[in-house]
């Protein structure tokens, strides 16, 4: 398959179709994702009125948590492909009951992150290097605030049912209330009631499990309507487990990655790991851009897959590899045209700034190249390619790290490191564009 050919004349309104449908599920989509970190944020503004000890010990329990979840996003990439198919082969009881089957693992893979953190909690911020006056502080928040993993990881699960029932305007909504419930909480338990830290880890816990009964009442109505069972499933569930590996170890990869990137900014010394974090903050925004396309591009293909359309999952395809690529180059341009806006915002050390330029020009021109990379991994995962994805990014990861940690022993500075992700990247573009043309992706029907 061509990617890139230009399409004639007679597929102006199929790539307008196209068009419309990403746009429907990426808008709403990346206003849930940017809502996401935004609890982190409001979090950190609350805590830091209390003193830099408390907010030194939000910041590492929020690390161990945020790492947490993230570790187990297959919950939503895995129940979106699979719901995709049933929906787009026509069968929503099917569709339903398998996004069940996912919400039920969540809820026992949430059981058993609360059941490891609560002992360990103690020792796991110790590891994290807290000092002896964040430590009370940071345990303090990581106890309470791992009771409402299960509510997130349901959250993550329930989003996928959605995304994949083509919905994402449901996950937007309850992503806006959550926020604005958990900076409500936040301001009445932590200074109206006086609870301190603790009231800011149990006003986030409240607004997790409001948002997850949110969902639930979601997709539980959608259950009666089309006859769905709501009851657990060994089989499917098991069945959702497996599905899930190879995108666990496709996510535990990449999360090595921005380790041992900000391992080695670390070594490279302060001016350029405080520069480091800078670029890393805005790269992470530029992805929630690219995320949203690759989530419509998840719900677009598993709905082709499933209802036996090839060609249109081909056509999808092919325009949302030009949508990504397009949406890079902007956000290339950006980046360069607001270099000396947002700079300063972050830091007024010279030093740190004079590291930063270099550095976010390899960032902006490796933007279209993320683009690319951001829209097959969601076309892939909508096909349920998992396997193929897991070994893609341990090979991806393979040939980063030697680079990557080879750069302070040759004396390269942050623009080489970046170089480096660049080339990650590179290698992830290489090894989806192959998957991608060579068709092997594109298998259809109800189930994969």
């Known amino acids: 398959m061509t990617l890139m050919t230009q399409a004639p004349t007679d597929q102006r309104p199929s790539r307008r179709r196209h068009d419309r449908e990403i746009i429907a599920l990426a808008v709403p989509a990346f206003g849930a994702l940017v809502a996401e970190p935004l609890f982190v944020m409001v979090d950190s503004a609350i805590v830091g009125h209390l003193g830099t000890p408390q907010l030194a010990g939000l910041a590492i329990a929020a690390a161990l948590l945020t790492t947490a979840v993230s570790v187990f996003v297959f919950l939503a990439y895995a129940t979106t492909a699979a719901v995709a198919r049933q929906a787009g082969a ?5 569709a339903i009951r398998q996004g069940m089957d996912g919400i039920w693992l969540a809820l026992l893979i949430g059981a058993t992150v609360v059941a490891v953190a609560l002992p360990l909690a103690p020792w796991l911020v110790d590891v994290f290097g807290a000092s002896d006056t964040a430590t009370p502080y940071a345990t303090t928040y990581l106890r309470i605030s791992s009771l409402g993993i299960p509510a997130m990881l349901v959250v993550l699960a329930a989003t996928g049912v959605l995304r994949g029932l083509q919905n994402t305007r449901t996950p937007l ?3 806006i209330g959550g926020f604005a419930a958990n900076g409500a909480l936040n301001v009445g338990l932590v200074y109206g009631v006086g609870l301190g830290i603790a ?77 480091h974090q800078i670029i890393l903050s805005l790269w992470s925004l530029t992805a929630f851009a690219l995320d949203a396309i690759a989530i ?24 949302m590899v030009q949508w990504g690529i397009a949406s890079g180059v902007v ?34 021109l490796s933007q279209p190249i993320s683009g690319v990379v951001f829209v097959l991994d969601g076309v892939l995962m909508g096909a349920g390619d998992g396997r193929y994805l897991a070994w893609a990014m341990v090979l991806t990861l393979a040939v980063f790290a030697p680079v990557a940690l080879l750069v302070p022993s040759l004396g390269g500075g942050l623009t080489a490191l970046w170089g480096a992700m660049t080339l990650m990247m590179t290698v992830r573009l290489l090894t989806l564009w192959t998957r991608t043309r060579s068709g092997r992706w594109v298998v259809t029907g109800a189930t994969r």
Not at 308 to 318: I, L, M, P, T
Request: aromatic residues 4%.
């Open 296 to 319: 419509a591009g998840q719900a677009i293909i598993g709905r082709y897959l499933g209802a036996n359309d090839a060609k249109g999952a081909r056509e999808a395809c092919r325009r």
């Open 199 to 275: 009231g800011s880890a149990w006003g986030t816990v409240i607004a997790q499990v409001g948002m997850a009964l949110a969902y639930l009442v979601v997709v539980v109505r959608g259950a009666r309507r089309h006859g769905a069972s709501l009851r657990p499933d060994a089989a499917g569930i098991w069945a959702c487990a497996q599905a899930g590996v190879p995108l666990l170890i496709r996510t535990l990869s990449l999360r090595a990655v921005l380790m041992i990137a900000t391992v080695v900014a670390a070594r490279l010394g302060d001016t350029d790991i405080a520069a």
């Open 331 to 364: 956000l290339g341009a950006a980046i360069m045209l607001a270099r000396p806006l947002f700079v300063p915002l972050f830091t007024s050390d010279s030093s740190v700034q004079d590291t930063l330029l270099p550095t976010l020009l390899v960032v902006a």
């Open 173 to 175: 909504y309850v992503a």
């Open 90 to 94: 026509g069968d929503l009881a099917s």
